[in-house]
T-cell receptor, first 113, second 114 residues
């Protein structure tokens, strides 16, 4: 199998607070995980590539100081949205690579009030 | 660099009818191709993939796709759809050289009508 979980599935926070989203590969090890953002009725936009034990690689236009990524183990990557604002409200999806295919988590709905 | 085009944003089809969702790509290098399905407020589920070998790929839920290198296409087909197939379908391409990053198409909304 190739199961990927995300936690939390839904989070509501106040503007200015930070939110951490966890992505776990449950039955395999993943040296590479990806973080995406999806706006309503749109495709997925790659935000960053997370590599275990090294710094994440961010796509052009993504603020690395705002979206902190940590890939501390072969089964866990975290995305922290710092000082969240209403425009950060979105659906965030992670995926884990095994080995040529990405397996996706169920997503996290972030709402910033 | 690669790109993916899903020409049909929406495809309505009656239950038990066949369906084809189109995907065309462009790339100067060898590629891997994928189809994913997304149900509302959920992540993406892998339907099928082409990495190498036979150009006709069979996936889950009765779906299949054919890799056509000359036409740079990877169309998804199902001979008989069910109401439960109503969902968003995404085609994705990655280069076969090892970056593993996906380029996604814009998605096709399949709506199965009773």
């Amino acid at each position: 199998g190739a199961v990927v979980s995300q936690h939390p599935s839904r989070v509501i926070c106040k503007s200015g607070t930070s939110v951490k989203i966890e992505c776990r590969s449950l039955d395999f090890q993943a040296t590479t995980m990806f973080w995406y953002r999806q706006f309503p009725k749109q495709s997925l936009m790659l935000m960053a590539t997370s590599n275990e034990g090294s710094k994440a690689t961010y796509e052009q236009g993504v603020e690395k100081d705002k979206f902190l990524i940590n890939h501390a183990s072969l089964t866990l990557s975290t995305l922290t949205v710092t000082s969240a604002h209403p425009e950060d409200s979105s659906f965030y999806i992670c995926s884990a690579r095994k080995p040529d295919t990405q397996y996706f988590g169920p997503g996290t709905r972030l709402t910033v009030l | 660099a690669q790109s993916v085009t899903q020409l049909d944003s929406q495809v309505p089809v009656f239950e038990e009818a066949p369906v084809e969702l189109r995907c065309n790509y462009s790339s100067s290098v060898s590629v891997y191709l994928f189809w994913y399905v997304q149900y509302p407020n959920q992540g993406l589920q892998l339907l099928l993939k082409y990495l190498s070998g036979s150009t006709l790929v069979k996936g889950i839920n009765g779906f299949e796709a054919e890799f056509n290198k000359s036409q740079t296409s990877f169309h998804l087909r199902k001979p008989s759809v069910h109401i439960s197939d109503t969902a968003e379908y995404f085609c994705a391409v990655s280069d076969a050289s090892g970056t593993y990053k996906y380029i996604f198409g814009t998605g096709t909304r399949l709506k199965v009508l009773a």
